[in-house]
């Protein structure tokens, strides 16, 4: 039987293959190893596992504290996955992050098929592992909270939205085109307004309002279908909304857009205001080691800006990063929704534009944007060596093994800067793996001094009295303690610490950091209470930035 030729928009196994196989290798380690993180991840995944242990899927919080500043869809995801691969509420934080490990599967997936149909085999492959590897994919890929999925959610939003804007030609009714429909359009807008609010309407409405300005055509608004579709998105979002609104009242409306979205754009929103510019600095970083094809990435997009696919990925981009430039709170996930079309131009650039940087102008900016790739390069590469001295005042064998493989990629980094080619690509990309490997899976998870809340579970399980003894913290109250160390962990302060004691002296445990020490100590005494100390730990707050030291404290026997 003759075989049908491979049509050139589309990837053969053994492209999917390799590109799985880094996704994977750059993705998943550290997943199992890293400890539950502070602040947003241990918050994300309490929550998660209070909907397991109470059975409400409907009302979300941390402890007996609302949690209103995010929609229901990323918990409710949460919660499926410690129940289904961890056996329960009790599951390891591992379980809680695979939601956005697969999201962010998703996410290289889905890059690699949409460059692969613009531009061939050659842009999918590179896209894909462009996107596998980038800084920013890889930290949200092992964090338990919203933003791999939410820009899973909309790159398929978008996708669909593309081929909608990019062929006005085909008459398509509602349904036509399976998953690049405008059903399509709206039921992931639907499924990204439950992860994470109006973002994905922000990234889809002000691509939509600049392909309609910049060719003058308002076609599109017309293609997709407004009212069905409006109705297939209520009928997403609607029903947890009622049962939200019904259970708390309007409190939930108001903290997530008066206080988590509005809040954000006219202030500095939780310390984190930032002047404009800040998301185009933090690309540099971020987007590595894609960095070294972003020059070439903006003078394809310039230079062939007429092109319906092109432009669209244009109007994809610039508004969101504007807006987002604009917006006072900054933080570098904020832009991320745009990075997957940046790694579509990136993967065109390198299969069919690196004559673009030949001269003149594209390979100066190639020059230029070539030597940050690999300043960027060494300083990815210190960090294993450089996170362990600063943390322990010495040096571990896997710290130096880790930053020698970094190395060995600013090497390959210098050598793909040489010949732009997917077939210099991939050894870069299997040193990358090597270097994320050692550093995650193995330096960050050695790095005690961060991970306070695991460090105290030896102490803790040595200086219990009872087997279900309640334990209270003062000046130590970060999420992490309460998601390590069980939903009944109090936080407190030292005054709330001696209650605790003074109530159960048999059984309670007080974690007293020095700060909180005197007044605990002092307090202890005027009720004539004596404790001893029972432990003690020190280490990072890395949240805060500042060094902790921290005793536990039980009742002395009498």
Not at 449 to 472: D, F, K, M, Y
């Amino acid at each position: 039987m003759p075989v049908m030729p491979q049509a050139p928009d589309s990837l053969s196994a053994r492209q999917w293959l390799l590109i799985l196989v880094i996704a994977v290798a750059a993705l998943m380690p550290g997943i199992f190893q890293i400890p539950a993180m502070d602040r947003d991840e241990a918050r994300y995944a309490q929550a998660s596992r209070q909907m397991l242990e109470s059975g409400d899927l409907v009302d979300i919080r941390f402890q007996d504290v609302p949690r209103h500043v995010k929609p229901v869809g990323t918990y409710w995801l949460q919660a499926a996955s410690a129940e289904i691969l961890g056996g329960g509420p009790q599951a390891g934080i591992w379980a809680y992050r695979m939601p956005s490990l697969l999201a962010a599967l998703g996410i290289v997936a889905m890059t690699a098929w949409l460059a692969a149909r613009l531009g061939g085999a050659t842009a999918g492959v590179a896209a894909g592992i462009v996107m596998a590897l980038a800084l920013i994919t890889g930290v949200e890929a092992r964090t338990a909270k919203t933003d791999a999925l939410l820009v899973a959610a909309i790159l398929a939003a978008q996708i669909a939205l593309h081929r909608i804007a990019t062929h006005p030609d085909r008459p398509d009714g509602f349904f036509g085109g399976g998953l690049r429909s405008p059903a399509a359009f709206w039921l992931f807008h639907g499924i990204g307004l439950l992860i994470k609010g109006p973002i994905v309407t922000l990234v889809a409405g002000t691509t939509i309002a600049a392909w309609c300005l910049w060719n003058r055509d308002r076609e599109l608004l017309r293609r997709l279908y407004w009212l069905p579709g409006v109705a297939l998105t209520l009928a997403v979002v609607a029903p947890w909304v009622i049962a939200i609104t019904m259970k708390v009242g309007p409190g939930f409306l108001q903290e997530s857009i008066g206080h988590a979205l509005l809040g954000k754009v006219a202030r500095g929103d939780d310390s984190h205001g930032a002047p404009p510019g800040y998301h185009s600095l933090f690309f540099l970083l971020v987007f590595w080691p894609g960095t070294a094809l972003a020059a070439g990435g903006a003078m394809l997009a310039w230079t062939r800006r007429i092109s319906p696919d092109i432009r669209f990925l244009i109007c994809w981009i610039v508004p969101t990063v504007v807006v987002f430039e604009a917006v006072a709170t900054k933080l570098p996930h904020y832009t991320y929704p745009t990075y997957p079309a940046m790694a579509v131009l990136a993967g065109l650039f390198l299969a069919t534009g690196t004559d673009l940087v030949a001269g003149g102008k594209g390979r100066i900016a190639q020059r230029v944007l070539g030597v940050i790739a690999v300043l960027v390069s060494l300083l990815v590469a210190a960090v294993p060596v450089g996170a362990v001295i600063h943390l322990s005042g010495t040096v571990t064998p896997a710290a130096i093994a880790a930053s020698g493989v970094g190395l060995v990629v600013v090497a390959l980094m210098v050598r793909f800067l040489m010949d732009l080619s997917l077939a210099r690509l991939v050894p870069l990309a299997a040193g990358v793996c090597v270097f994320y490997f050692l550093t995650f899976a193995v330096v960050a998870p050695s790095l005690d001094r961060l991970w306070i809340a695991r460090s105290l579970q030896p102490v803790v399980a040595t200086a219990a009295t009872c087997e279900t003894g309640p334990l209270v913290t003062a000046g130590f109250s970060e999420p992490s303690m309460v998601f390590v160390h069980g939903t009944k962990t109090r936080l407190s302060d030292a005054v709330g610490a001696v209650d605790v004691l003074e109530d159960q002296p048999t059984c309670a445990l007080a974690v007293v950091e020095r700060r909180q020490q005197d007044e605990f100590l002092a307090t202890a005494a005027a009720r004539g209470l004596k404790v001893e100390p029972a432990g003690q730990v020190q280490g990072l707050n890395y949240s805060r930035g500042k060094e902790i030291d921290i005793t536990l404290y039980r009742v002395a026997p009498r």
